[in-house]
């Protein structure tokens, strides 16, 4: 599986960016999605995931601002990102996590990540 980020780049605050990730091979459609992203000097964290059914879950810091989607026929996750602010500058990276028999058998793949910069 290959996750391919797009859709980074600089924007005022207030604005809007829509990120997108493609995938290859045949395991998008039933594993979960998420965007996470990493800030300069902290640690990478979640953003949002969603389920195979289409569920979805928020960070709080963007709950309310950002909205997750999937096209399953596309093999694309979104990241759809209003409200900008000057905090949400990091690199942000797709996951795709394909779920074993067990936990220990699960494989997380990660995409090579998409800059995001917020000006004040």
């Known amino acids: 599986v290959q996750l391919v980020e797009s859709g980074g780049g600089l924007v005022q605050a207030g604005g809007s960016l829509m990120l997108s990730c493609a995938a290859s091979g045949s395991v998008f459609s039933g594993n979960t999605l998420s965007w996470y992203r990493q800030a300069p000097g902290k640690q990478r964290e979640l953003v949002a995931i969603?389920?195979?059914?289409?569920?979805?879950t928020y960070a709080v810091s963007v709950k309310g601002r950002f909205t997750i989607s999937r096209d399953n026929a596309k093999n694309t996750v979104y990241l759809q990102m209003n409200s900008l602010k000057p905090e949400d500058t990091a690199v942000y990276y797709c996951?795709?996590?394909?779920?074993?028999?067990?936990?220990?058998?699960?494989?997380?793949?990660w995409g090579k990540g998409t800059l995001v910069t917020v000006s004040s």
């Open positions: 996951n795709l996590l394909e779920e074993g028999p067990t936990p220990s058998h699960d494989i997380d793949y």
């Open positions: 969603i389920s195979r059914t289409g569920s979805a």
